[in-house]
């Protein structure tokens, strides 16, 4: 059952890895495995046995979610993006009590707001930033463009597990975003080429989750309170960052009957997979 329950969520952290705007590293938090998903990373081969047997599920749901839900993903925003974005929406405010319980038995101290606050603001910034980068064309590959694959995959990874940071985001900054979720969609079109492209990007992700997950770690043992304060801050502000686009929607009543039943349905879902 325990092996299930790690499913779901691992499936839950991929479909929010492919969204743009929604964090990996925030649904992580209010599923309630961050910190043992960093532990487990930064300390892969210490305790091989433990650490493969809580990851290979989390893994499993989250690569079934990126190869099965990306086209649906995709049509969702595109055609129902308001009850679609409102769901995510209630997912993370699902599980932000038990955040909250990391942090209410902890002094408030002027230090903690002020890195709340700093993490707060880098959120909101990134918010406002233009995404109208042009996409980068993968249609030849070279030596040159698999390397910057490579370090775009590092920087996706970190982007993934950094709460509040939204993988997707940055990809569609960086120009990867389509040319990467299109090779994913099309796998078998051309799969020769599809590998080319998503070998060295996966790499790239691999090790970069190894190398945040210690930094992030270290930060977690040194300065706990501190970090989930800065957890707090991306969190809040990336439930912000979700509802401003909504604003520019005009949503039809069946739209709004829909997003009633799925914010209910995500708010259950955050809160009793945050607690299990």
Do not use: Q
């Amino acid at each position: 059952m325990k092996n299930i329950i790690l499913g779901i969520k691992g499936f839950v952290f991929g479909i929010a890895n492919i969204i743009p705007g929604v964090s990996g590293g925030t649904l992580a938090i209010t599923l309630g495995i961050y910190e043992d998903l960093i532990k487990a990373i930064s300390h892969f081969f210490t305790n091989f046995k433990k650490n493969i047997k809580f990851l290979l599920p989390i893994i499993i749901g989250a690569g079934l979610a990126i190869l099965l839900m990306s086209k649906v993903i995709d049509w969702c925003l595109s055609k129902y993006p308001f009850p679609t974005t409102l769901f995510f929406i209630a997912l993370i405010l699902g599980g932000v009590p038990l955040i909250g319980r990391k942090v209410k038995k902890e002094k408030v101290t002027v230090s903690n707001v002020i890195v709340f606050l700093i993490t707060f603001g880098l959120i909101m910034a990134m918010t406002f930033m233009k995404t109208d980068t042009k996409a980068v064309t993968l249609d030849t590959l070279t030596l040159g463009s698999g390397c910057l694959l490579f370090l775009v995959g590092m920087v996706a990874a970190g982007t993934m597990i950094i709460p509040g940071v939204s993988g997707s985001f940055v990809l569609m900054l960086l120009g990867y975003y389509k040319p990467i979720i299109n090779t994913i969609s099309h796998l078998t079109d051309n799969f020769t080429h599809s590998l080319l492209i998503l070998i060295p990007f996966g790499l790239g992700i691999l090790i970069g989750i190894v190398l945040i997950a210690k930094l992030i770690e270290m930060l977690l043992n040194k300065y706990k309170t501190k970090t989930y304060y800065g957890i707090l801050g991306f969190v809040l502000a990336s439930i912000i960052a979700l509802i401003v686009p909504l604003f520019g929607l005009s949503p039809s009543l069946y739209e709004v009957l829909v997003a009633l039943v799925l914010v209910f349905l995500g708010l259950t879902i955050g809160y009793k997979l945050g607690d299990k």
